[in-house]
């Protein structure tokens, strides 16, 4: 079965810096996926590569097979949020998606339609110059959701959004992975991918780090560790310590345990009278798992400098 997208070994260089390194990885439909690295790893060089509005030096980046430039009515096959403040600002929102449903030969009752998805039904007639940064990014979503397409490339989506906005769009996109498209989200906030992902694509310094479900991933971070509350934390920590297990202090009454697992800690805190209020596996955050996969790309941009 054909990926939705795909890069293949995707090069690009820009003098001696190379922004992108034999970069392969693809995104399947139906399913939100994540495309993170650290700032300058070569995020924003790759989507615009798949969109045709840069040339690779190498390799090759397709949309359901083909070339996006290959496409005569590109907005139906992808539609793509990279720049949120792309619009003239003496336009009004309306007459910006006009233009847009015109050139790909898409009928003008889509416009209203994409208007009312993305919230800015009231606003239709205002020019683009007095809109916030929240609002100039939910036009960019309804102008790539203007030829109804399978897939979705969107540049950091929720910048500029209110918490309101933040919680909308997070629904709205998985609502989208749901119907089958392919949605490709590129983000920095990985507090918000957690909720939203489903998989990731990590990259550093142009190059593929990982490409992974998310709970595989988090389930990766968490090591086997385990947290706990306790009224007798010290005892606790003792009688665990004498097990094998290490175990460091979160809080007055918060323990993480490593070398034990839940029905170990259990049955020792029972057989010794200790009383346990909470007991579960430690979650990893995603933010934690990336800074993990990513350290070193960091730490060597960093130390070049």
Known sequence: ?????????LTKRFGRTTAVDDLSFSVPA???TGFV???????????RLILGLDRPDAGDALVHGAR????RSPLREAGALLDGAGFHPGRRARDHLLWLARSNDLPRRRVAEVLELVGLARVARRRVGGFSLGMRQRLGLAAALLGDPPVLLLDEPVNGLDPDGIVWIRGFLRSLAAEGRAVLVSSHLMSELEGTADRLVVIGRGRLIAETGVPELLAAAADGRVRLRTPRPAEVMNVLADAGATVTSDGADELTVSGLDTPQIAE???ARGLPLHELSPRRATLEEAFMRLTRDAVELREGSQ
């Open 268 to 270: 020792l805190a029972a």
């Open 37 to 47: 690295g650290p700032n300058g790893a070569g995020k924003s060089t790759t989507l």
């Open 30 to 32: 139906g399913c939100v």
């Open 68 to 71: 996006y430039a290959a496409f």
């Open 1 to 9: 079965m054909t990926a939705a997208i795909e890069t293949r070994g």
